[in-house]
């Protein structure tokens, strides 16, 4: 074995010595659970409270429903539905065909299955049948991080309300969500209450 052969091998070794150490003996088998994101901690003081005096409009979709939105917030449209955001602070709409109406066993075997894996380190909190102001609907409540920032990559734990209406042969799926911790509850219920089909 050449000098060089040696030197290389010494390397090889020094690495591997050194990648268990950072480990601590870690085996192998565990160490996706090292690679999956963990929860962030919630914000002491969390932005994006929606002011009680917020005045909000109605946004009617060339998809076929309508709601009522924070006046002034940035939205983008998209050929399955529409966002709007403001800060930390979002809603977003899908409309996709559908067979028929989930239920909360539904949901629970299959859509929060779907988003706790999707999803940055999703917990979910509850699912739970309600009824909004234009029918039933399905409620996922959950925690989950945001994306990161794309300057500071910081991440921010955010409170999510997912709710899933259908009608005539249609699901939306409306999702509100805000920075763990804020005030939005009664305005997220004016939202969900305000969705209609048209």
């Given amino acids: ?48 409270d929606i002011p009680d005096s917020q005045a909000f409009v109605t946004y009617a979709s060339p998809l076929g429903f309508s709601l009522q939105v924070p006046e002034g917030w940035a939205r983008t449209d998209r050929s399955d539905g529409t966002g709007f955001a403001d800060k930390y602070n979002a809603i977003d709409v899908a409309v996709m065909p559908a067979s028929a109406a989930p239920t909360a066993a539904s949901v629970t075997h299959r859509d929060a299955a779907v988003l706790v894996k999707a999803g940055r380190a999703v917990k979910v909190d509850a699912i739970t049948t309600v009824t909004l102001a234009s029918g039933p609907a399905i409620l996922i409540a959950y925690a989950s991080n945001s994306e990161p920032n794309p300057i500071t990559g910081k991440q921010l734990r955010l409170e999510n309300h997912r709710y899933l209406v259908y009608g005539s042969g249609r699901l939306a799926t409306i999702d509100l969500s805000a920075p763990l911790g804020a005030d939005n509850i ?4 004016h939202i969900a209450n305000s969705f209609r089909w048209r």
């Fill in 1 to 48: 074995m050449n000098s060089r052969t040696q030197e290389h091998s010494r390397a090889t070794i020094i690495g591997l010595i050194a990648i268990v150490a950072l480990l601590g003996g870690v085996p192998i088998a565990s160490m996706g659970a090292i690679a999956a994101e963990r929860p962030v901690a919630a914000e002491r003081n969390p932005p994006g």
């Fill in 186 to 189: 009664d305005q997220w219920t």
